[in-house]
């Protein structure tokens, strides 16, 4: 019975790798697969290399959310602190009119209150925008 791999009688009767001339081979080694008749598996030229998965680089951890709101916490003071410093230095009383209202403040907390006025307008058309978004992809 012979098998996939070939038996003896599907050797070759040449002669082998261990009869030529200066080459010798070990006890036990196996032979050039063009010398292994029935051989059915893929010879050098016919495999395709295998290439192991991207190794991640084992110091480097995934950002988490907590570590994302640490970094957002941090900035934040740092915004703060540079705010703080501005209205300390800029303490000199300026008269604001708005609305047919008229008033004098500290030109830092003037510009401040401006500044909060522009970043809740943004909020708002934000907001509006992803409610709009929802309920169109609630749609689909």
Known sequence: MTH???GAADRPTGPTHHDLPGTEVPEGALEPAELR???VRPGA????PVRP???KPAGKARPTRISGTWVAVIA???????LLIFILQNLDPATVHFFGA??????AI????SAIGGAVLVALIGGA???QLRKQARRR
């Open 4 to 6: 996939a791999r070939g």
């Open 37 to 39: 008749a029935g051989d």
């Open 45 to 48: 030229e016919e495999a395709t």
């Open 53 to 55: 998965a991207p190794a």
């Open 76 to 82: 934040g003071l740092l915004v703060l602190v540079v």
């Open 102 to 107: 008229e008033g004098n403040l500290p030109l």
């Open 110 to 113: 003037a510009m401040l209150f």
């Open 129 to 131: 925008r992803i409610l």
